[in-house]
């Protein structure tokens, strides 16, 4: 089976700090991928990554940067949190090989900024 | 991507199968369509996808009509945790890379 890990399922964190986000998958993937989800907004996609060092920005990037060093750990940094990134943050992988491959999900992480 | 249109809500008796239907009539032929669901604060999980063919694994079967206009998943002997909402998604594969998950059925499954 297919594992997403990601670090914490709940987070705190107050305005100004410089928040990590991390995550890891196990199948060998090359795309990763970091969302957020908020009520009544579904899945924003914030970054993507296709390879090692390589990324992409999704539909909503601002605030937000990511690093790749190696294939299995994407992590997401906030680089000076806010409150109106509290939200429920979410990590994907997903294999470029076979036929249609799907987005596998870690559990989420919900991060509260006071 | 196309878009797909599912009803709002759905409900289930415990142990027997659960049909949820999708319509997609737009698609075009290199979309797949991929189903989902997710529990309430959990991350969505995926379930299945197909392309023309009828497909199953150890979680659900996928229909698909030989229009490819319209879908269904099968989830034969719904138990209490198949309780979630659930998206169908048609897309092209590894293009565009963010998935729409419009709204989805709520399916509550009952004892």
């Known amino acids: 089976d297919v594992k997403v890990t990601q670090s914490s399922r709940y987070l705190v964190k107050r305005t100004g700090e410089k928040v990590f986000l991390e995550c890891v998958q196990d199948m060998d993937h090359e795309n990763m991928f970091w969302y957020r989800q908020d009520p009544g907004l579904g899945l924003r996609l914030i970054y993507f990554s296709y390879d090692v060092k390589m990324k992409e920005k999704g539909d909503i990037p601002e605030g937000y940067s990511v690093s790749r060093e190696k294939k299995e750990r994407f992590s997401l940094i906030l680089e000076s949190a806010s409150t109106n990134q509290t939200s429920m943050y979410l990590c994907?992988?997903?294999?470029?090989?076979?036929?249609?491959?799907?987005?596998?999900f870690g559990d989420g992480t919900r991060l509260s900024i006071l | 991507d196309a878009k797909t249109t599912q009803p709002t809500s759905m409900d289930c008796a415990e142990g027997r199968a659960a049909n949820l239907p999708c319509n997609h009539s737009?698609?075009?032929?290199?979309?797949?369509v991929y189903w989902y669901r997710q529990i309430h604060s959990q991350g969505p999980q995926y379930i299945i996808h197909g392309l023309k063919n009828n497909e199953t694994n150890e979680m659900a079967s996928l229909i698909i009509t030989e229009d490819r206009k319209s879908s269904t998943l099968i989830l034969p002997h719904a138990t209490l945790r198949d309780t979630a909402v659930y998206y169908c998604i048609v897309r092209v594969p590894n293009s565009g890379y963010a998935l729409n998950f419009g709204k989805g059925t709520s399916l509550l499954v009952t004892p």
């Open positions: 737009t698609i075009s032929g290199n979309e797949y």
């Open positions: 994907a992988s997903s294999s470029r090989e076979g036929r249609g491959q799907p987005q596998h």
